[in-house]
């Protein structure tokens, strides 16, 4: 069974790629993506990683450690919550 984890506080200037290779030392990563903005396309600071396996050793050993210059936060990403349809203006339509 995989596990995603979340990875919190990224450089703006990590990448995907340096994400996954972060994460590859301690088992298989099947994804690592570095959530961008849509508007402006540049890195929101933070991202998800999907292993196979060694997740609890990626979590253990790189929860607190420094990547591009930046200690990063690592943990297993919690399910999205729902979002509400939005209002506009205090009035549904």
Do not use: C, H, W
């Amino acid at each position: 069974m995989s596990k995603k984890l979340y990875v919190g506080n990224l450089s703006f200037s990590t990448t995907s790629s340096d994400l996954r290779g972060a994460f590859e030392q301690f088992g298989a990563v099947n994804s690592a993506d570095v959530v961008l903005d849509r508007d402006t396309g540049r890195s929101r600071g933070f991202g998800f990683v999907e292993m196979s396996n060694g997740a609890e050793a990626a979590i253990k050993s790189l929860d607190a450690s420094e990547l591009d210059g930046r200690r990063i936060n690592v943990n297993e990403a919690r399910e999205r919550e729902e979002r509400r349809p939005a209002s506009y203006g205090g009035r549904r339509y």
